[in-house]
């Protein structure tokens, strides 16, 4: 199997979670013996060089290259990475009203609203947990059937971590520490 990856332009920029999932992920398909390449915008797209394309983000970074492999019948699925701090039903009411201000200002573009038509076109929903897939099954209403929790791994060098390397070069006891991309107000 040949699959593209693909995912918004500023992904290697932040350095967050999006571009360590995206790279993880094809090391470890790669170890299974699946061939992954990373979109290259600047290249022109072979889409009979690949069964799949794997869409990272269902966002207004990647609607446009949705809405394109989708008027080209290319095959793909999504995982949305779509969080947020709303319940289901808010989402699902967000959502509604996205799609309405949609018909009445044709060209406006409502996140949510994207969001949902890229999970209907993919072929497959990838959410990273069972919150997640809860969240575009209620919020968004995409049926269950297409929807395959796909959780992120944790690299086997940490699974035997001890806090003792952050405690001798920072002198440091009691402590939590985060590791990740804190940039999103959410955070």
């Known amino acids: 199997m040949k699959i593209c990856f693909a995912t918004y332009s500023a992904v290697m920029m932040l350095k967050g979670g999006p571009r360590t999932q995206i790279l993880q992920t094809k090391s470890e398909l790669e170890r299974l013996g699946v061939s992954v390449d990373l ?30 492999l989708r008027l080209n019948g290319v095959p793909f699925v999504v995982s949305p990475i779509f969080y947020t701090q709303w319940p289901s039903a808010f989402v699902k009411i967000l959502t509604a009203a996205g799609g309405v201000v949609q018909r009445i200002v044709p060209g406006s573009m409502v996140e949510n609203s994207l969001r949902l038509d890229m999970c209907r076109w993919s072929k497959a929903v990838l959410p990273n947990t069972s919150e997640e897939a809860a969240l575009v099954h209620d919020g968004l209403g995409i049926e269950s059937e297409k929807i395959f929790v796909v959780p992120n791994g944790v690299e086997e060098r940490f699974a035997n971590a001890t806090p003792d390397l952050f405690r001798e070069q920072h002198d440091i006891d009691k402590f939590i520490l985060n590791v990740g991309h804190i940039g999103p107000k959410r955070k």
Request: charged share 20%.
């Open 39 to 68: 979109l290259d915008a600047w290249s022109e797209f072979d889409r009979a060089k690949y069964d799949l394309v794997h869409v990272f983000a269902a966002n207004v970074g990647t609607y446009h290259l949705a809405n394109v």
